[in-house]
């Protein structure tokens, strides 16, 4: 099955979530498997973390590219210290702070097109836009990033203060507080509609 | 709605949005970095602990560092040297709870004694008996006449002579009285340069010591020649005139004229015989003629031989003057009687 996905390009659907360090040190060697199964891992990760922190989906795409051959550059220059996706995320939120910076700070503003952006229209359920939409526009930074990779990689919430360096405590404040406030707002906007 | 629920659909909308680059950024080349620039740069901070745990931490810390520190200096630091001299030369440093940190032989007989012990962080008083017990095993200390030099190397008087008690008082516990060897104890303070001199001639601190009080008082004694004698002889010869001058104040108490000392010398054998050591001449008291030993068992003096009492003429024999056998007092009493005719 892993050489009929390479042959047609497409890379096989590993679902559990495994990161290890030898990955890490294999993408390094140029192993075009290695590197396969790391994206297949992180594509939804990486992709929503940077979306939490940029907002704009077309931006989130391309530092999401940036991310990977970032990592592909530097994967030979990594130490192993038991926390590979920590330095993942330390690459995606360099280049998105980069980028916000780039663009005057307007992150917020590539949030406003959410209704007309052709991205978001991929979400056919009405209720799962409303949610991400709410969770885009009502929360703030560190709380979309922490609702979102708890949602979306299965992470817990002990592995996302290892990987993003914060207290645990602080985790789990932003997390239940951003659920809160995105509570209350779905039932604002479905209460308005 | 619930928390499952809105995670599950953040999942399926992120599902549904997520580009899939993989085509872009597997094949395209790029060129490897030589270093961490700043972006790739691991840069994860630790996550801040609070305040309060920080300082918990700190002085958890330092209360173990301070009873280890404690502990340490309690039980494995050296408070005290006891050297045991026989002709083999032993060391043992002590802690506070006078358990043994070491042991060392600062001979080759001393090595003879503790071949095949460890003393380490036993009692004194076992390890004393350990040493005592080689050492008769060995040869050393099989007779009265055998002497043994203990000497305490501490900085603090008075434990330093409850130390040297301790030893002497197991070394009495350990021989039977009628062997118990002659026990020489001294306390010094432990020098840097006793122990220098004293490790030069591989020799124990309290040996040392003598030496060097030996050659105060007599200089043309050299260190080899001292070395080499027994531990009696030299203890003798450094503390000989302080016996002398202990002697001397013992007569200074008696008389100071010296007869005593004369008679003390001639007749201490004799008087060594004596269970109360008063004097008991009896051929003094036998020649007291008025008392008849054998039948005064009363010991009172106040009758003679014939139970009667002395001093009544009545029964004196000796007042016979005229040899007829009688009384002259009869003699008298009779001439009365003629007078009559």
Do not use: C
């Amino acid at each position: 099955m892993l050489l009929f996905a390479i042959i047609n390009n497409q890379p096989p659907i590993i679902d559990k979530f495994q990161i290890d360090e030898n990955l890490i040190h294999r993408i390094g060697h140029d192993d075009p498997i290695a590197f396969s199964e790391f994206y297949r891992l992180t594509q939804k990760t990486i992709f929503s973390y940077i979306l939490s922190l940029v907002l704009n989906p077309n931006d989130a795409e391309d530092i999401m590219q940036d991310t990977y051959l970032k990592i592909r550059s530097a994967a030979h220059l990594y130490e192993p210290q038991g926390k590979p996706m920590a330095w993942v995320f330390t690459i995606a939120r360099n280049l998105s702070f980069m980028h916000i910076r780039s663009h005057n700070n307007i992150a917020e503003k590539g949030f406003e097109d959410f209704e007309n952006d052709s991205i978001f229209s991929k979400i056919m359920d009405q209720e799962d836009k409303i949610i991400l939409e709410n969770l885009l526009r009502n929360l703030e930074e560190t709380e979309r990033s922490v609702i979102l990779l708890h949602a979306v990689s299965g992470f817990k919430h002990r592995e996302i203060a290892k990987n993003l360096g914060m207290p645990l405590a602080t985790v789990l404040s932003k997390y239940h507080r951003g659920l809160g406030k995105l509570r209350k707002s779905i039932n604002l906007q479905k209460g308005g509609r | 709605m619930k928390n499952q629920r809105i995670e599950a659909g953040l999942s399926r909308a992120i599902g549904k949005i997520t580009p899939d680059v993989y085509s872009k950024v597997a094949t395209a080349p790029i060129k490897k970095m030589v270093a961490h620039d700043h972006i790739t740069a691991p840069s994860i901070t630790p996550a801040k602990t609070s305040y309060r745990l920080q300082l918990a931490t700190v002085f958890a810390v330092f209360a173990v560092v301070i009873g280890v520190f404690i502990g340490w200096t309690q039980f494995f630091q050296t408070f005290g040297i006891v050297d045991l001299d026989v002709n083999p030369s032993i060391e043992l440093s002590i802690n506070r709870q006078n358990r043994v940190i070491s042991a060392k032989a600062l001979n080759l007989d001393g090595v003879q004694i503790l071949s095949g012990m460890n003393l380490k962080y036993s009692k004194l008083e076992n390890a004393i008996d350990a040493i005592l017990g080689s050492m008769i095993s060995n040869g050393y200390l099989t007779s009265p006449d055998d002497a043994m030099l203990v000497t305490v190397l501490m900085e603090e008087e008075v434990k330093a002579e409850q130390l040297e008690n301790t030893v002497i008082l197991r070394v009495n516990q350990f021989f039977p009285p009628d062997s118990t060897p002659v026990v020489y104890t001294q306390s010094l303070r432990d020098t840097q340069e006793i122990k220098s001199k004293a490790g030069e001639y591989q020799i124990s601190r309290g040996v040392m010591n003598l030496i060097e009080i030996i050659q105060q008082e007599y200089p043309d004694y050299t260190i080899d020649q001292l070395v080499e004698m027994p531990v009696r002889q030299l203890y003798e010869l450094a503390y000989r005139d302080d016996d002398e001058q202990d002697r001397q104040d013992d007569l200074d108490e008696q008389d100071g004229d010296g007869e005593f000392d004369e008679l003390y010398d001639d007749n201490q054998d004799e008087l060594d015989e004596d269970e109360n050591g008063e004097l008991d001449d009896q051929e003094d008291l036998d020649m007291d003629d008025d008392v008849d030993e054998t039948d005064d068992t009363s010991g009172d003096d106040s009758v003679d031989g014939d139970n009667n009492e002395i001093g009544d003429d009545d029964f004196d024999d000796t007042s016979d003057d005229n040899g007829d056998n009688n009384d002259d007092d009869d003699v008298e009493n009779n001439d009365d009687i003629d007078d009559d005719d």
